[in-house]
């Protein structure tokens, strides 16, 4: 395109185009070479990304990011504006414009009618937050762009499982908070440290000398963008490798114990949890896992009790309460297993010096609960 840039306007003025003083003489040959010089300048244009001007948030910022991660939009010029002329002859518009329309790349959720979530969007996502414009870009353009940021094919297996461990544990925050909607009714303390606390202090402050708000702007892209890529690049390099090894976990778990309610992994710090229960149900397992065993960091013997669900503190079946808060020999004595060192207070967790004293501390805490 650079070569027909700079090749086009030679070669119109070879053409049958003439100029005296201030008077354009036109002939059809010069009005089709200039029509076609005015289509290549705006071509060669670099495309206009547009949102609102003044404060900024969290939402837009991150929004303009992403679209910047994209080859169509790398190199495209943001524009801060209200002014609906200048709007319109963005390539791309977010965060203002009172417009939700993708075949016109309108992505604002301002306007009173709108009520899209992810779910309503793409309904085989069950995410119900009220889209802010990250939300609506990443709905539109996130495996895109996750694509590009982790240089792989949008047709990889994991692509599909990082888009959904981002909305879920990144982006939905960005769009509630940007929505108004709380977390719960009553808060016991504030959160003012998240992503959209910091982006929203970058903006100057009402008294301050400076005022220039545009280089603050980018330096809010560079914050939301690289805690963007980082969460990217965990679910790809730590997250999405564990999902392998607990498969196989899970596949073993009757060569563990016959009741195949124990997996084991070979060592610890396996982020395990984060997909057993997608694993449990795309597996079909009908009797869920009730304990982990795994080996810590010095060598011992853990074993640990599967919560209910990735984000609760209740367990599907501590270990007995009697061992609760028990140490060394005492628990060893009490629970009749050789080598015991402690069972943890709230019973999650507990630790055997040998591996078959930690299998057996969970078979017993089985045989307990059935009696």
Known sequence: MQNYCRGIIPFIRSNLLLITGDTLTKTPQSCRYLAMNNSAKKVCQPKKIGTHSGTFHCDEVLACFMLKQLPQYKDAEIVRTRDKVVLDECDIVVDVGGVYDPSKHRYDHHQRTFTSCMNTVRPNKPWATKLSSAGLVYCHFGEDVIAEILGIGKDDDKIGAIFDKVYENFMEEIDAIDNGISACKDPKYIISTGLSSRVKHLNPSWNGKDQNIEP?????????GSEFIDRIKYYNDCWWPAREIVEAALKNRFNVDPSGEVIEFTQGGCPWKE?????????????????????????????????????????????????????????????????????????????????????????????????
């Not at 010095?298 to 140490?327: A, M, Y």
């Open 216 to 224: 603050r702007f980018q330096s809010a892209m560079e914050v939301t």
């Open 275 to 371: 997909h057993l229960y997608g694993l449990e149900e795309t597996m079909k397992i009908e009797t869920p896992i009730k304990y982990a065993l795994y080996t810590d960091q010095n060598g011992k013997h853990r074993v640990q009790c599967v919560s209910i669900s990735s984000t609760s503190f209740d367990n599907r079946l501590s270990l007995p309460e009697k061992w609760r808060g028990v140490r060394d020999e005492e628990l060893s004595n009490l629970s009749g297993i050789p080598g015991c060192i402690f069972v943890h207070a709230s019973g999650f967790i507990g630790g055997n010096e040998t591996r078959d004293g930690a299998l057996t501390m969970a078979r017993k805490s089985l045989e307990l609960a059935r009696q």
